[in-house]
Every structure is written in structure tokens, then in C-alpha cells.
């Protein structure tokens, strides 16, 4: 009986083993092919030239900006943001700063692509108008753009108020973007597909305080030079 009993432990000890290789394995190559894969992703990246001025495309802005960047920003937990807190107890600033770049992300995406339907929803009237009109000159040109937002560097909220009703934060967003605007023969009109641009904008999102939803709407945008 203890004999019996031994050899079941060996085979099941061997089966265990085996299946611990197979899954080994598994990660393994798994992990060579994304090792590969990010290989192939940084050569695009470092192929491309950083440049700071070159290959700008600049966002439709709704106010000139006086802000330079050698200002200091304000604390995210200065007074101005604890009023806002205030008025929305259950504001989260890290979750904020999260949906504010995925905000950016689609709101450059649709911009390029020329996504009314989207912009809509994420802008409010004037700003909407303001890059609607970016857009109908670019199709009037028969332009199209493209964009590559490589990544976004930082996000800092540097302002936050209340106003009547309604909350408004301010961020500070430094992005490295590709943009190229072609012809409709696929010539390049304006950019470098080969440059990688710092791009700083300073957009500022409003919300009702007493609104139901958490949805924040951009209001104002302008670019430091």
C-alpha cells in the first residue's frame, strides 16, 4: 500500500513539473515576441528627429497666452483647487488629471480626423466653433492631417476657481506629437513625419457643481510658444 502510495506522489509530482515547463514556456516566448515588438517600436521612435519648433501644428486656441514656462506653476492643493473640493467633495485629483489625458488623446485624435461628432461632445460651443472651423479650411484646402501623439511627457493642474456655478481646473499638458498635414496627393503641405515636436498646451475644463455626471467639458486652450 505505502509503495503504491509513493509512486502515485511520483507521477503526480512529474505531471505537476511538466505542466510548470509548458507554462515556463509559455511566458517566455510570449515575452521574447513583446521583447521583439518593443524593439521595433523604439527604432520608429529614435529614427525620428526631436525638435522643439519644427512640425507644430497648433490646436485652435480660444486665448492668447501670457503664461511662460519659466512661471511657477501652483501647488495642485493650493487654496484655489481646495475650493474647488470644496463645492465637489467628491472631486479626485489624480482621477482627474487621468480622464484630462484621455480627454487630450481624443480630442487631438478627433481634431485631426476631422470628428465633429466627437469634439462635440467633449467641447463646449466656442471652442467647438473654433475647431470647426480649423477644420473646414483644411477640407476646403482638400488638407488632410495626421497625427501621431507619441506620448504624453506631463500633466500638472495649475489653476483651479469657481465661477458662478461651475468649477474650472486648468492643465498644463506637455505632449511629444508627429503632425504632417498632406495635399490630396499625398505631398506634404506642412511637418516632418521624421520630427517628434514638444508640444505645451494649457487647457482649462469646466463642470456644473451641482451636475449629476462627472463629465468635465474643455472651455479654453492655448499653446505656449
Known amino acids: 500500500m505505502g509503495d503504491n502510495v509513493q509512486f502515485f506522489d511520483i507521477i503526480l509530482f512529474g505531471m505537476i513539473a511538466a505542466f510548470l515547463i509548458l507554462r515556463l514556456r509559455s511566458v517566455l516566448g510570449r515575452h521574447k515576441d513583446n521583447k521583439t515588438q518593443n524593439k521595433g517600436d523604439e527604432k520608429v521612435v529614435t529614427e525620428a528627429h526631436k525638435t522643439e519648433k519644427d512640425n507644430v501644428i497648433s490646436l485652435p486656441s480660444t486665448e492668447k497666452s501670457d503664461i511662460k514656462q519659466s512661471e511657477k506653476v501652483s501647488d495642485p492643493e493650493d487654496k484655489l483647487l481646495t475650493d474647488v473640493i ?5 472631486f479626485d485629483r489624480v482621477e482627474f488629471l487621468v480622464g484630462a489625458r484621455t480627454a487630450f488623446e481624443m480630442i487631438v485624435e478627433g481634431f485631426a480626423s476631422g470628428d465633429r461628432e466627437l469634439l462635440g461632445d467633449l467641447l463646449n460651443e466656442e471652442v467647438y466653433g473654433n475647431f470647426e472651423q480649423s477644420i473646414i479650411d483644411r477640407e476646403a484646402n482638400s488638407y488632410t492631417l495626421e497625427n501621431t501623439l507619441i ?32 495635399d490630396e496627393e499625398g505631398n506634404t503641405v506642412d511637418g516632418d513625419p521624421q520630427n517628434i515636436t514638444t508640444i505645451i498646451d494649457i487647457w482649462t475644463f469646466a463642470r456644473e457643481i451641482n451636475a449629476d455626471g462627472p463629465n468635465w467639458e474643455l472651455v479654453a486652450t492655448r499653446s505656449l510658444e
Not at 506631463?154 to 456655478?165: L, R, T, Y
Open 151 to 182: 506620448r504624453i511627457v506631463d500633466s500638472q493642474i495649475i489653476e483651479g476657481s469657481i465661477n458662478g456655478g461651475d468649477a474650472l481646473i486648468t492643465v498644463k499638458l506637455t505632449s511629444e506629437q508627429i503632425n504632417v498635414t498632406r
Open 86 to 90: 470644496k463645492h465637489i467633495p467628491n
